[in-house]
């Protein structure tokens, strides 16, 4: 590690916050994946509800 890096902190917080992102994202896309009535849902606009 100490040949990529010299702030070893800086890296481990910059390779767990990268793994969460990438987990959440993932378990986000399994929960939208698994719900049965997507049709019923509500186009909403980007900016958020009309």
Do not use: H, P
Request: hydrophobic residues 35%; glycine residues 6%.
């Amino acid at each position: 590690m100490d040949m990529v890096t010299t702030n070893r902190s800086e890296f481990i917080r910059a390779s767990v916050k990268e793994r969460l992102i990438k987990e959440k994202e993932k378990l986000m896309a399994e929960g939208y994946l698994k719900e049965k009535n997507l049709n019923e849902w509500e186009a909403t606009a980007g900016d958020g509800i009309e």
